[in-house]
C-alpha cells in the first residue's frame, strides 16, 4: 500500500460510523456526555492501557508516516498522546463538569509538532480518526459482553466521536497558530537576507550563506534587483516562490531574484496595477547597485525622462543613466564646453545646439542633416558657418567633439 493510499482509507470513518456523528452544538455535546452513566468511567479504566496499544498498532499499519516516525524519538510522543487521549475520555465520562482548558494543551501540542514535523494537519487527523474507530470497537465489545443497554453504547458511540470533533479542533488551532509563527519568521529572515543582501555595507559571505539556507533562498551568482512602485490606488499584492525575495511593505519596495529567474521575462502578468524597473544584471554582491541603478531610472520616469510602462528595463536606458549619473557635473560639464552659445539668445541656442549634435551624431552633409532636422539644406550650411565661427578648431579636436556630444546629449534629456 502506497502512503497516498493509505491516507485515502484512514482519512473518513465507516459510513455506519459517520452517520452517528453529525455537526453538533455546544448543547447538544453537554447532552451527550451529560447522560452517560457515571460507572461507565471505572468499567472503562482498567481496559484502557489494552485499547491504546491497539490504536498505537492501527496508526502503525495505517499510516506509514507515523509508522516509521514510532521507531524513533518520537516514538513515545505518540504513545503518550494516544493514552493521554484516552485518559481524558475517560475522565471526561467521571466527571462532564470538570475544567478542561489545561488537557487541551496536550492535543494543540500535536497540532504544532506537525508544523514542527514538516507534515499535514490530516496526518494527525486521520489518526485521530483511527483511534476513534478501534475504540469504538472496544467499546462496543465490551457492551456487549457485560450486556450495557443498546441506546448507551449508542450514546458512547457520540461520546467518542464528539470527543474527536473537539480534540481535532484543538490541534488544528496549535497547528494553525505553529504555522503561522513559522511563516512570520520565514518572512522575517527572508526580510532580513533581503535588507543584508541590498545594504551598501558588505556583508561576510558565509553569513549570507547561512541565512540564505535558514530563510529557504538559494543563492545565484547573478541577480537583478527591481524597484516597484503602485500604478494603481490599492493594487493586490502579488505572492512569489521562494525564489524571489520581495518587501512591499517599504517606503520603496523592491524584488530581488535570480538573473534567470522563470517570472522575469514576464514580469508584467505577475504585477498587475504595479510599476516595475528592472536593475542590470549584476554579481550577487554588487545587488545594490542593481537596486540603486533601478530607482534612479524610476525617478527618471518621473521626471519623464524615461518612458513611462509597467516594465522598465534598465539595459534598455543605460546611456541616459550614465549620462545623468551626476547632474551638477553634467550641467558644469556642459557650461564650460558650449561656452561660445552662451551669448545667443535662447531660440538661437537651441537651433544651433540641435544642428551641433546632428553634426557630432552622423558627420553627415547639410542635405542629410536637413532631412533629420526638417529644414532646408541652406539652413544647415547657415548654421553651420555659425558653428565654425563660434568653435573654430574645437569642431576637429576629438577630446573637445566628444565633450560637446555628451554634454548635448545630458541637456536634450534634461530639457
Not at 217 to 238: L, Y
Not at 374 to 391: D, G, I, K, M, S
Amino acid at each position: 500500500m502506497t502512503e497516498s493510499s493509505a491516507r485515502r482509507m484512514t482519512t473518513v470513518p465507516p459510513p455506519r460510523l459517520e452517520a452517528l456523528v453529525p455537526p453538533r452544538s455546544a448543547a447538544a455535546s453537554t447532552r451527550i456526555w451529560s447522560t452517560l452513566p457515571r460507572e461507565l468511567a471505572s468499567m472503562f479504566r482498567p481496559r484502557a492501557a489494552d485499547v491504546a496499544v491497539a490504536v498505537v498498532q492501527e496508526i502503525r499499519r495505517s499510516i506509514p508516516e507515523y509508522a516509521r516516525l514510532l521507531e524513533g524519538p518520537f516514538g513515545p510522543i505518540v504513545t503518550g498522546g494516544v493514552e493521554e487521549t484516552i485518559a481524558q475520555f475517560i475522565d471526561r465520562l467521571a466527571d462532564p463538569s470538570a475544567p478542561r482548558e489545561d488537557r487541551a494543551k496536550i492535543f494543540r501540542h500535536l497540532g504544532k509538532l506537525e508544523v514542527a514535523q514538516g507534515r499535514n494537519i490530516d496526518t494527525l487527523q486521520s489518526a485521530y480518526r483511527i483511534g476513534a474507530r478501534v475504540a469504538w470497537r472496544r467499546i462496543a465489545e465490551f457492551g456487549q459482553s457485560v450486556n450495557l443497554p443498546t441506546v448507551t453504547i449508542c450514546q458512547l458511540a457520540e461520546a467518542v466521536f464528539d470527543y474527536v470533533d473537539e480534540i481535532s479542533v484543538l490541534s488544528l488551532e496549535g497547528f494553525a497558530a505553529a504555522q503561522a509563527k513559522a511563516a512570520g519568521a520565514l518572512e522575517r529572515r527572508r526580510r532580513r537576507l533581503l535588507e543584508l543582501l541590498l545594504s551598501e555595507t558588505p556583508v561576510a559571505a558565509q553569513t549570507l550563506t547561512e541565512l540564505a539556507a535558514t530563510a529557504g533562498w538559494t543563492v545565484p551568482d547573478h541577480v537583478v534587483a527591481v524597484a516597484i512602485e503602485r500604478r494603481e490606488d490599492e493594487p493586490d499584492v502579488p505572492s512569489f516562490d521562494e525564489g524571489i525575495l520581495d518587501d512591499f511593505d517599504a517606503a520603496e519596495p523592491c524584488l530581488l531574484m535570480a538573473a534567470d529567474h522563470d517570472h522575469l521575462p514576464s514580469l508584467q502578468e505577475h504585477l498587475p496595477g504595479w510599476r516595475a524597473v528592472v536593475g542590470p544584471r549584476v554579481k550577487l554582491a554588487d545587488a545594490p547597485t542593481s537596486l540603486r541603478l533601478a530607482r534612479r531610472a524610476l525617478s527618471y520616469v518621473h521626471r519623464e525622462l524615461i518612458p513611462d510602462e509597467p516594465v522598465i528595463w534598465c539595459n534598455d536606458h543605460l546611456s541616459t543613466l550614465w549620462l545623468l549619473t551626476d547632474e551638477f557635473l553634467a550641467r558644469e560639464l556642459a557650461e564650460r564646453t558650449l561656452t561660445p552659445l552662451a551669448g545667443l539668445t535662447v531660440k538661437q541656442r537651441a537651433r544651433l545646439s540641435e544642428t551641433l549634435l546632428a553634426w557630432l551624431e552622423t558627420s553627415g552633409s547639410a542635405p542629410e542633416i536637413a532631412g533629420r532636422l526638417n529644414v532646408h539644406p541652406q539652413t544647415v550650411r547657415y548654421r553651420l558657418h555659425q558653428l565654425e565661427a563660434l568653435f573654430g578648431e574645437r569642431l576637429t579636436d576629438p577630446d573637445d567633439r566628444f565633450r560637446m556630444e555628451i554634454s548635448l546629449r545630458a541637456m536634450r534629456l534634461l530639457g
